[in-house]
Antibody, heavy 118, light 107 residues
Framework: EVQLVQSGAEVKKPGESLKISCKGS????????IGWVRQMPGKGLEWMGI????????RYSPSFQGQVTISADKSISTAYLQWSSLKASDTAMYYC???????????WGQGTLVTVSS | EVVMTQSPATLSVSPGEGATLSCRAS??????LAWYQQRPGQAPRLLIF???TRATDVPARFTGSGSGTEFTLTISSLQSEDFALYHC?????????FGGGTKVEIK
């Protein structure tokens, strides 16, 4: 069974750093792209970027380029999304999802809620 | 960036009735469109890909249609579990883009 399991909810202060994770299982982790999607409170979905764990090829949506860093450790089948300096506007639910064949997103993680507040 | 526009923002429907959700792209995305369902408090779930192909275990009451710039998701005879937020997404161009969502609520 394909599963993407994300790390737990985080509460941080503005200016702090954060790294959240997404662990894949039940499939060949290095053979599929993993993407990250933001959902701000009460809003729709926003595509952030994607990584191919097989060779760490990473691409960012222009809106998120320079704002976050996406990485992966294929030895433990885990992808990451990180911030070096959080802002209150980063408060959102973040989902990882597996992208199939340069196309749609077929499996999603359960989401990680990030709250940034002073 | 391709802008995806969903309408209406909210659709009020009685259980057992049908619903039609629309998604429009700012330029042609061919048939490279997916629909996702997001129940309250849950992650999105793939419903439809390639504009009209149902994903695994998706009931036949969900039908996707369209190509180019105009797409429709039709739900026949809404069940209680169908009241949710629906998102369309194009994957023809980078970056992938989503519509703003349509909330299907109980009338």
């Amino acid at each position: 069974e394909v599963q993407l399991v994300q790390s737990g909810a985080e509460v941080k202060k503005p200016g702090e750093s954060l790294k959240i994770s997404c662990k894949g299982s039940g499939y060949s982790f290095t053979s599929y792209w993993i993407g990250w999607v933001r959902q701000m409170p009460g809003k729709g979905l926003e595509w952030m970027g994607i990584i191919y764990p097989g060779d760490s090829d990473t691409r960012y949506s222009p809106s998120f380029q320079g704002q976050v860093t996406i990485s992966a450790d294929k030895s433990i089948s885990t992808a990451y999304l990180q911030w070096s300096s959080l802002k209150a506007s980063d408060t959102a639910m973040y989902y990882c999802a597996r992208r199939i064949a340069a196309a749609w997103l077929d499996y999603w993680g359960q989401g990680t809620l990030v709250t940034v507040s002073s | 960036e391709v802008v995806m526009t969903q309408s209406p923002a909210t659709l009020s429907v009685s259980p057992g009735e049908g619903a039609t959700l629309s998604c429009r792209a700012s330029q042609s995305v061919n048939s490279n469109l997916a629909w996702y369902q997001q129940r309250p408090g849950q992650a999105p779930r793939l419903l439809i890909f390639a504009a009209s192909t149902r994903a695994t275990d998706v009931p036949a009451r969900f039908t996707g249609s369209g190509s180019g710039t105009e797409f429709t998701l039709t739900i026949s005879s809404l069940q209680s579990e169908d009241f949710a937020l629906y998102h369309c997404q194009q994957y023809n161009y980078w970056p992938l883009t989503f519509g703003g969502g349509t909330k299907v609520e109980i009338k």
